[in-house]
């Protein structure tokens, strides 16, 4: 099991980069913005269909 939670570790930090990238994109490109608001949505969508004995303790 713990690959598993170090693996869904390492998604919820790559998440929390792609919130920063969408916020400073947001201001600039707005194409691009919303083509990675998408791709957090499915993230965030994936981590939350996880069971709970799959969850790792959140960085949020």
Known sequence: M???HTAALALQ???LNLRREL???ETHQQAQA???AALIAH???ALSS???T???PSLQ
């Open 43 to 45: 993230i965030e969508q």
């Open 34 to 36: 919303e083509h990675l």
């Open 50 to 52: 996880l069971p709970a």
């Open 2 to 4: 713990e690959p598993l």
């Open 13 to 15: 930090r790559h998440l």
């Open 23 to 25: 916020a400073a994109l």
């Open 54 to 56: 799959l969850k790792p």
